[in-house]
Nanobody, 120 residues
Framework: VQLQAYGGGSVQVGDSLRLACTASGRTFSSYGMGWFRQAPGQEREFVAT????????AYGDSVSGRFTISRDNAKNTFYLQINNLKPEDTAVYYC??????????????WGQGTLVTVSS
């Protein structure tokens, strides 16, 4: 199983980015797919999750309406759109997948992360 995150980069305040994560190696129909981020010196935090089967969505408490998670089942890819980027969005963004049946993210699959740097 492999999750490949990409789409990060160095951007300016107010810009937008769409991160993508391509999943391969198994069927993910019963999985939840998620995005996490880890800022320098901070713990990894949950950003958003989307169900691969029914598309249900949840966002982390610290995430504002500037973030949108989506998926494209045909491409085995899910996305994180971030609008109006702020310096505090600077972090390594990780994608992950876990079985929807109550398992923990720590026991799932993780991608390698993609760095987003926002400068003013």
């Amino acid at each position: 199983v492999q999750l490949q995150a990409y789409g990060g980069g160095s951007v300016q305040v107010g810009d937008s980015l769409r991160l993508a994560c391509t999943a391969s190696g198994r069927t993910f129909s019963s999985y939840g797919m998620g995005w996490f981020r880890q800022a320098p010196g901070q713990e990894r935090e949950f950003v958003a999750t989307i169900s691969w089967s029914d598309g249900s969505i949840a966002y982390g408490d610290s995430v504002s309406g500037r973030f949108t998670i989506s998926r494209d089942n045909a491409k085995n890819t899910f996305y994180l759109q971030i609008n109006n980027l702020k310096p505090e969005d600077t972090a390594v963004y990780y994608c992950a997948a876990k079985n929807s049946g109550g398992s923990k993210w720590s026991g799932g699959y993780w991608g390698q992360g993609t760095l987003v740097t926002v400068s003013s």
